[in-house]
Each structure stands twice: as structure tokens, then as C-alpha cells.
């Protein structure tokens, strides 16, 4: 490789090489970086999904726990209607619970009512009017079971009230309770839906985003975005059941996009500074180059010039660096040669005038 071309080459690689050191660099501190919040966001994630649970709890086992007493409209009057009919649920006690407990249920912002006598028979199901006159054992226990601690359960829910609509499994946060006036004895139980109002509290549009999932996998609530699921990175936060075990998860996710984004856009900046850079060095590198080979040049026929023996050629090389040094250092070296040379040939000339002469006299001497 020509001088000029090494000169260009290694201008480029002074260059672009610290602009792609200081890019690596950058990335792994600004990826590190975005790590430790994408840390922190899922933590304060997992930790505000907690306390929505946690607020969701509390609030229906205080709502249960003033419905199921004595002093409440409602589970009150029904006990009173018990106690004076002998435990006997009469035609106009069952058409007052009919008409008044859709209205207690949604007054007590409750998406599950289920009110059972001491012989396990539904009395009251606003929420899922089929389940009225059947036998369900399972409140009760669970009454005796959690003393009133809220729990996680699916149970069926209507939409509506037509004819023909279908039910469906909703996830709730239950409390079970079992109110008493002396022998008479019924079993409440209320429930609050998890739905994507407990689930809005997390997500961020295209930054964090949460859904529901069963203890067998399956998408209870979807995600509210498209990016996340499924993700080995979710968070999970259990959801658990009256016998202490869980029965759904919430899953967290938090994007990367964002990481890779920035990740890119200074990926992008710094190959388009160092294409930048490398552009303007290669403008100076030939420049430069151009200037000093342009004098070695010089130099250079200035060296065939005397070696054809040119003694008045001289370097034309006015700079005032290790170059211009040379050259002139050149230029004295061919006036030395020049002035040697001609002193040369000065002697020779003497020396052959000194023979002629010598000649001379020897011709004239010999006939003398």
C-alpha cells in the first residue's frame, strides 16, 4: 500500500475506533441503566398489584361483615322473618327476597350475593338466579372454614337476567359468613369481581401490562396489550383460594421495547457519527497525505536528478517541518556536488594544460 493510502488508513481508524469504544460503552450503560428501573417498575408493579388485592379483600370482608348481622336491613329482616314464621321461608318473604336482593347487592357494590338457611338451600343468587332452591354445602363450610377471611373463587354469573343467556366463571374475592338470631342461623356470602378495574392500577400503555391466568394456565383476563404475552419474564402475584392455595395469578409484564429502542436510537447516533467522522478524517487524511507525499515526491525526483548526474536540479520545498528539513539539507548536498564538480574539472583542465605544456618543452628541448 502507497504512503498516502497507510496515512488515509490509519487517520479513518483513529477515528472510528474511540467513537465505536464510546458507543459500547454507552449502550452498556444505558442498558444497564433502564435494567435497574425495568427492576424497580416491576417491583412497584407486584407491589401495587398487593395492595389492590389487599384494598379489595378489606373492603368486601367489611362489607360481609356488616351484612351479615342482626342490625343490617336486609340479612336482619330476613333472621326476623325466620324467627316468626319458625325457620319457615313463607311465599312473601321469598317475594321480598327476590325484589330487594338485586338492590342490596349492587347498593353494597357487590357482583356475587348468596344468601343459604341452615339446611344449605340458596335462598338468595342475584348474580345467578338458577342456583335459588339447590343444596350448596360449600358456603357453609367455607363460612365455618375462614371465619369471615376473604378468599379468591370462581363462581357462575349472568350478564343478564334473560332467557337463555349463558353463565359464566367469574374470578371474585369472596368472604363468607354466617349470621345468626338465636337458633336461626344463614349463611352470606359476597363477592367482589376481579376485573380490569384491579388490573388498570399497573398498566401503563406500552410500558407495563397485566392479566389474569388460572392455576391451570388459562387466560382468565386478557392483557390489554398484544407485546407481552406469553412472557417467561412475568411477574406473578398468587391469587389465593379458601384453602390457602392458588387458584389464579396476576401476571406482570414490563416492556423492553423501550430498552431496545433507546438501544437503537444509540446505535444509530454513533454509526452515524463515526461514518461522519470517518468521512471528515478521510478529507484530512488525503490532504495531508497529498502535502507530505507531494514533497517526498519532490524529493524523490530530485534523487533521480542527481543520479543522472543533474547537478543544478533543485527541490522546491518550502516547509518547515522534518521534510522541508531534507530538502534543504538536498539542496546544499547538489550545490556541494555542483561546485566539486566543476572544481574537478577546473584541476582536470589545469592538469592537462600542465601536460601540453611539459610537451611543449620537451619538443622544443630535444631540437636545442
Keep these: 500500500m502507497r504512503l498516502r493510502g497507510r496515512f488515509t488508513l490509519w487517520f479513518g481508524l483513529a477515528a472510528v475506533i474511540p467513537i465505536a469504544v464510546a458507543a459500547l460503552i454507552t449502550r452498556e450503560v444505558v442498558a444497564r441503566s433502564y435494567r435497574g428501573e425495568h427492576d424497580r417498575t416491576r417491583n412497584a408493579a407486584e407491589q401495587a398489584v398487593r395492595r389492590e ?9 367489611d362489607t360481609v361483615l356488616a351484612l351479615a348481622s342482626r342490625d343490617d336491613p336486609f340479612v336482619g329482616g330476613l333472621l326476623q322473618d325466620l324467627r316468626k314464621d319458625g ?3 313463607v311465599r312473601d318473604t321469598a317475594r321480598r327476597l327476590k325484589e330487594q336482593a338485586g338492590q342490596a347487592m ?8 348468596l344468601l343459604v338457611d341452615d339446611g344449605d338451600v340458596v335462598l338468595v343468587a342475584p348474580h ?8 350448596e354445602p360449600v358456603p357453609s363450610q367455607r363460612a365455618r372454614a375462614s371465619e369471615g377471611k376473604p378468599y379468591v373463587a370462581s363462581e357462575l354469573t349472568m350478564d343478564d337476567a334473560r332467557d337463555g343467556a349463558r353463565p359464566r ?16 342461623r344463614v349463611t352470606v356470602v359476597g363477592g367482589r369481581a376481579i376485573s380490569d378495574d384491579v ?30 404475552w406469553p412472557s417467561p419474564q412475568a411477574m406473578r402475584v398468587a391469587l389465593v383460594g379458601p384453602d390457602d392455595k392458588p387458584v389464579a395469578w396476576i401476571e406482570v409484564v414490563v416492556s423492553e421495547g423501550q430498552l431496545h429502542r433507546l438501544l437503537g436510537r444509540v446505535t444509530l447516533v454513533s454509526v452515524v457519527l463515526a461514518l461522519a467522522a470517518l468521512a471528515v478524517t478521510i478529507l484530512l487524511g488525503l490532504l495531508v ?8 515526491d519532490k524529493l524523490v525526483v530530485g534523487a533521480e536528478a542527481a543520479a543522472r548526474g543533474d547537478l543544478d536540479h533543485r527541490v522546491d520545498v518550502r516547509a518547515a517541518d522534518e521534510v522541508g528539513s531534507v530538502a534543504s539539507a538536498f539542496n546544499l548536498m547538489m550545490e556541494d556536488m555542483r561546485i566539486a564538480r566543476e572544481r574537478l574539472v577546473i584541476a582536470e583542465r589545469i592538469a592537462a594544460w600542465q601536460e601540453i605544456a611539459r610537451r611543449l618543452a620537451h619538443e622544443i628541448k630535444n631540437p636545442l
Design 289 to 296: 497525505a497529498r502535502r507530505m507525499t507531494r514533497d517526498l
Design 199 to 228: 388490573l388498570d392500577v399497573v398498566r401503563r400503555p406500552g410500558a407495563v401490562d397485566a392479566r389474569v391466568v388460572d392455576a391451570g394456565g388459562a387466560v382468565v383476563l386478557p392483557g390489554a396489550e398484544s407485546w407481552g
Design 87 to 89: 325457620g319457615q321461608l
Design 53 to 61: 388485592i389487599s384494598r379489595l379483600s378489606t373492603a368486601v370482608g
Design 106 to 113: 349492587h347498593g353494597l357494590r357487590l357482583d356475587t350475593l
Design 169 to 184: 366463571e367469574t374470578l371474585v374475592v369472596a368472604s363468607a359468613r354466617i349470621a345468626s338470631d338465636g337458633p336461626y
Design 128 to 135: 345467578f338466579r338458577g342456583a335459588i332452591g339447590e343444596v
